[in-house]
């Protein structure tokens, strides 16, 4: 059984910085991605980051690029997204997700909310 579990997210202002870190635990044989998510009320979600597991190639929307950053460590199950400059649409529901490929995730984490104000 996988599970994601998210932790980082919190209140803060216009310009400030916060770190997610989601831990993964379970058989993650086959996970060859790992990925944040946003949503926030009224709008799609949207793929904020991603991160080849193996290769360590990242992705990230044209929206967050240059602020924020994921990682990896793997000794910890844990993959991290830093996210500095934080703007007021930045305020969302974050979600991590793994999978076997770039596009398809097949685990998802419960969530862990931003606010930027």
């Known amino acids: 059984h996988v599970q994601l579990v998210e932790s980082g997210g919190g209140s803060v202002q216009t310009g400030g910085s916060l770190r997610l870190s989601c831990v993964v635990s379970?058989?993650?044989?086959?996970?060859?991605?790992m990925a944040w998510f946003r949503q926030a009320p009224g709008k799609e979600r949207e793929g904020v980051a991603r991160?080849?597991?193996?290769?360590?190639?990242?992705y990230y929307a044209d929206s967050v690029k240059g602020r924020f950053t994921i990682s990896q460590d793997n000794a910890k199950n844990t993959v991290y997204l830093q996210m500095n400059s934080l703007k007021p649409e930045d305020t969302a529901m974050y979600y991590c997700?793994?999978?076997?490929?770039?596009?398809?995730?097949?685990?998802w984490g419960q969530g862990t909310q931003v606010t930027v104000s």
């Open positions: 991160i080849a597991t193996g290769s360590g190639n990242t």
């Open positions: 997700a793994g999978g076997g490929s770039w596009y398809v995730f097949d685990y």
């Open positions: 379970g058989d993650t044989t086959g996970f060859d991605c």
